[in-house]
């Protein structure tokens, strides 16, 4: 399955996260996934129909068929991929623990953009 990652190197925070992921993807052999750093190339949001920030806060997946998975979405998406995380992926996808990580998530992304802001990582 094709995909691409769309994230925000510019963000400590977010890059280590994403470097870990891509790491262990790629040690399970998974190659066909496109990381995209949206600091470096800013005008690649408007693949995934989105502006700057709203990538800059929440990471963003596109798939092969063209869905886009944003926040936890995004991440169960590349859980269920990756071998030995895919009952992450399950777990996140339950219907309560959904709902309560996208809150989670969502203010999480919130207070970190915020902090990236202030200290003009971007």
Known sequence: MYSKVYYNSACP???????????????C????????DVHAQPETVAEVDASLEQVRERLHVKRQDGRIDVG?????????????????????????LRQLSHLA??????RLYR??????HW
């Open 105 to 110: 998530y969502d203010a999480f992304a919130r």
């Open 29 to 36: 052999g998974i190659k066909d996934i496109e990381w995209v």
């Open 72 to 96: 936890v979405d995004a991440f169960t998406q590349l859980w269920s991929q990756t071998p030995g995380q895919h009952w992450l992926a399950n777990l996140f996808r339950l219907p309560v």
């Open 115 to 120: 902090w990236n802001r202030a200290k003009r």
């Open 13 to 27: 925070v977010c890059n280590a996260g994403i470097k870990e992921q891509r790491r262990r993807m790629e040690a």
